[in-house]
């Protein structure tokens, strides 16, 4: 079983105000992603990281920035949240070279 | 060209049915295949994998056919269980340094008892 945490699992707050959402893994992966899905639909990537220091954007374009100062944990950041950010969060990890994503159980975000 | 087509949206399998869902791709530079199963609540947990050098993979009720020429690949859940009923996305990637996963819509399936 994959070690991968998010935290909160739900999270419902007003408009305005500035979220984290937290995700750590204790494995050692080099590579962690941030996705982005409605419930029971697709997965969009939203952010990635190669390691520390390093992050990109994903193929679905997000207001949200992410930041990679440690292996382990690897933060997603609304400034402002706005009820179009509405949405369930996915983070995952992998050690890549041909491993699996591994996936933490995600963060229900519901902004009134 | 980077999309990935699942078909069907939803299927209904009676017990010990079998569960047949199929995904299409473009891009020939794909080289890693995976299926994920989700549950309610949950996060994507791999189900199982195959590269494109193989065309069968199969692992305890769960088989991957993979048609390369075809660019199509398919999960067959053999004799199917309540347990089962899921949402199941099918999903590729490139070995590149990014390792990043290109999903499928889903199938949500119901297996009924």
């Known amino acids: 079983e994959a070690d991968i945490y998010q935290t909160p699992r739900y999270l419902v707050i007003g408009t305005g105000k500035k979220i984290t959402l937290e995700c750590s893994q204790t494995m050692g992966h080099d590579k962690m992603y941030w996705y982005q899905q409605d419930p029971g639909m697709e997965l969009h990537l939203i952010h990635y990281?190669?390691?520390?220091?390093?992050?990109e954007k994903g193929d679905l374009s997000s207001e949200s920035t992410v930041s990679r100062i440690r292996t382990e944990h690897f933060p997603l950041t609304l400034e402002s949240a706005r009820p179009s950010h509405t949405s369930q969060y996915l983070c995952a990890s992998t050690r890549g070279s041909g491993q699996p994503q591994h996936f933490g159980d995600g963060t229900r975000l519901s902004i009134l | 060209q980077q999309q990935v087509k699942q078909s069907p949206q939803s299927l209904i399998v009676q017990k010990g049915g079998i569960s047949i869902i199929n995904c299409a791709y473009e891009n020939t530079a794909f080289d890693y295949f995976p299926w994920y199963q989700q549950f309610p609540g949950k996060g994507p947990a791999l189900l199982i994998a195959?590269?494109?050098?193989?065309s069968e993979k199969k692992e305890g009720r769960f088989t991957i056919s993979f048609n390369k020429s075809a660019k199509q690949f398919s999960l067959h859940i053999m004799d199917s269980q309540p347990g089962d009923s899921a949402t199941y996305f099918c999903?590729?990637?490139?070995?590149?340094?990014?390792?990043?996963?290109?999903f499928g819509s889903g199938t949500r399936l119901l297996v009924r008892p």
């Open positions: 990281s190669y390691g520390v220091n390093s992050t």
């Open positions: 195959i590269r494109p050098d193989v």
């Open positions: 999903a590729a990637s490139i070995r590149d340094s990014s390792y990043k996963l290109i």
